[in-house]
């Protein structure tokens, strides 16, 4: 399959399974064995894989940011190099669809249900790596078919961009892997559970996650400073008059409301509140993969308005972010870095506890948004725009500042870089 089909491909679906009809000669079927490599012998640095040009993208489905940043990773590295043979996959989907799907709404439930339980779950590890039985856990969970699934494509450098798959990744390569592990954090503030030894290279999104890790045990010199990785249609110039007219809608004061790809973040009671100023503002709701959240909308008769438009998963999401003025969000990191790439101001609102938390105080920080506690305090903001319009400039000229930090073309160079490296090494 040639690299622009399968980068068609990946743009198309959430995640690329395995190649069929690939032949693996026999030795390579004996030594990947699906309990591991520990039957593995005769691999040295100058015999596997020697000189392999393949990279493999490996993600979750536990937010559709990972494998946002996957699915733009990839396709920046096709443009890169066309030589270079690119496979993209979630891997619980792929290898434990059951398990996995268990697993993502357990994880949804616990972030809408029990937000307390689900922050003291993820700051019990946020300064120490996962336990050696989490992971044990984890990997005979989802990846116990990993090593067979690596075995048929043949990568010489793998990217995680979600730390199970790297954490799955690790394991393996512990047991003689013959690959260069590279781990893409997705969030603006590190955690415990990106952290292995066997990692070869973090490409962090700023220095304040680098000097985060390096507090976590990282070595400074396995660390690349190279922002999170977005898509190219997020840095293309676009007015907002081209954008509402493509679109089909109204010229006039402007907010995007969005929950992330589950349409997460107490979108429904934000709906409501914000609609109260609809004869004075146009209001763009997307609900991501949330298709009761959408319907639950459509029902309710006040927003049955023209100025008020529902849309759920989207393509065009960089068109719908030219057409606002403001963003009305929870800080996923993906949403984040698109929204900096287009020099969007941010509003933030309910903020899943967790790594969210983090973004959103480093956003803040940085004067690079603003967050609002409750309802009230979006309606307080949201009045001061609409009578203060230049108030939003500030901002929007610090995100410009500071989106050169993250621009995509630094990941991409850092993961050649890593196939460069692998190939010095085995020579």
């Not at 120490?128 to 856990?137: E, G, S, T, V």
């Not at 292995?196 to 985060?212: F, I």
């Not at 993961?415 to 460069?420: F, N």
Request: glycine content about 8%; proline content about 4%.
């Amino acid at each position: 399959m040639n690299g622009k089909k399968r980068l068609l491909e990946m743009s198309q679906s959430c995640y690329v399974g395995r190649r069929s009809g690939r032949e693996v000669d026999k030795m390579d079927r004996m030594a990947w064995s699906s309990s591991g490599l520990t039957e593995l012998k005769n691999w040295t640095p100058k015999t596997a894989w020697n000189g392999n040009r393949n990279v493999l993208l490996v993600s979750e489905s536990f937010g559709a940011g990972h494998t946002r940043a996957a699915q733009a990773l990839a396709r920046g590295i096709k443009l890169a190099d066309e030589e270079v043979q690119v496979q993209l996959v979630e891997l619980g989907r792929e290898l434990r669809p059951q398990v996995n799907q268990a697993l993502v709404y357990s994880y949804l439930g616990m972030i809408q249900k029990a937000p307390g339980l689900w922050r003291r779950m993820y700051g019990k590890h946020h300064s120490r790596a996962f336990p050696r039985w989490i992971q044990w856990c984890l990997y005979q969970a989802l990846y116990s078919r990993l090593a067979d699934y690596i075995a048929d494509f043949r990568p010489g450098v793998i990217v995680a961009t979600h730390p199970f798959a790297s954490s799955g990744v690790a394991r393996l390569k512990k047991e003689g892997l013959p690959v260069r592990l590279c781990t893409l954090i997705t969030d603006f503030c590190a955690h415990g559970s990106w952290v292995s030894p066997e990692v070869d290279l973090y490409l962090a999104p700023h220095n304040g996650v680098k000097e985060q890790l390096i507090a976590l045990g990282v070595e400074r010199n396995k660390i690349a400073v190279t922002g999170i990785p977005t898509e190219d249609h997020f840095w293309k110039k676009q007015s907002k008059e081209e954008a509402r007219i493509k679109l089909g809608i109204y010229h006039m004061p402007t907010v995007l409301i969005m929950g992330g790809g589950f349409g997460l973040g107490r979108t429904e009671e934000l709906v409501a509140t914000v609609a109260d100023k609809r004869e004075n503002l146009q209001i763009i709701v997307c609900t991501g993969h949330n298709h009761r959240l959408r319907q639950a909308l459509s029902r309710q008769p006040e927003l049955n308005h023209p100025h008020i438009r529902i849309t759920g998963f989207t393509r065009d999401m960089a068109d719908w972010m030219d057409a606002a003025d403001v963003l009305l969000t929870k800080p996923g990191g993906m949403t984040l870095t698109e929204a900096i790439a287009k020099g969007k101001p941010l509003l933030l609102f309910g903020t899943i506890p967790g790594q969210e938390e983090g973004n959103e105080r480093f956003m803040v920080d940085r004067g690079l948004a603003h967050q609002a506690a409750d309802e009230e305090e979006v309606l307080a903001w949201l009045a001061h725009w609409l009578e203060h319009p230049e108030c939003l400039e500030p901002m929007r000229q610090r995100m410009l500042a500071w989106r050169w930090n993250i621009h995509p073309s630094k990941s991409v160079e850092a993961v050649l870089g890593q196939m460069a490296t692998r190939v010095i090494q085995s020579e």
